[in-house]
């Protein structure tokens, strides 16, 4: 998966905002509340993307190989994996996972934020 189309997935998922920060990271953010990175890879030319998970599935993730726990966020004890290169995920793979988080953290979101955003009103 590409950048681009990280970000158009991303951007795709309701109530979203893009930043562009922490050394030049695409930051995507709901309700305010970081739900993927695309960067922090320190391999060139190797994209890597950033998610949080729920807690079973950070313990299966995390011992797969392209994966890891996320450097700077599971460190703070807090349930994100990196992909950071093959084999990894495949791409319908990650973006399920990318759109669980979003899930995961819009959940995490005050009720009236979540009334405001229009999301998880069933």
């Avoid at 922490?22 to 994209?47: C, D, I, Q, S, Y």
């Avoid at 004890?77 to 990196?82: A, F, L």
């Avoid at 990650?94 to 979540?114: A, F, M, N």
Wanted: with cysteine; glycine share 10%.
């Amino acid at each position: 998966m590409t950048y681009e189309e990280f970000n158009a997935f991303c951007g795709s998922l309701p109530a979203t905002s893009y930043v562009v920060q922490w050394g030049g990271a695409h930051v995507w953010k709901v309700g305010g509340k970081l739900f993927a990175v695309g960067g922090w890879n320190k391999e060139e030319g190797t994209p890597a993307y950033t998610f949080k998970v729920s807690d079973i599935a950070f313990e299966i993730l995390q011992e797969q190989p392209g994966l890891r726990p996320a450097p700077y966020l599971a460190s703070r004890g807090m349930k994100w994996i990196q992909h950071y290169t093959k084999p990894g995920l495949a791409d319908d793979a990650l973006l399920d996972y990318l759109h669980e988080s979003h899930r995961i953290v819009s959940l995490g979101l005050t009720k009236k934020k979540q009334r405001e955003l229009g999301l998880n009103q069933s």
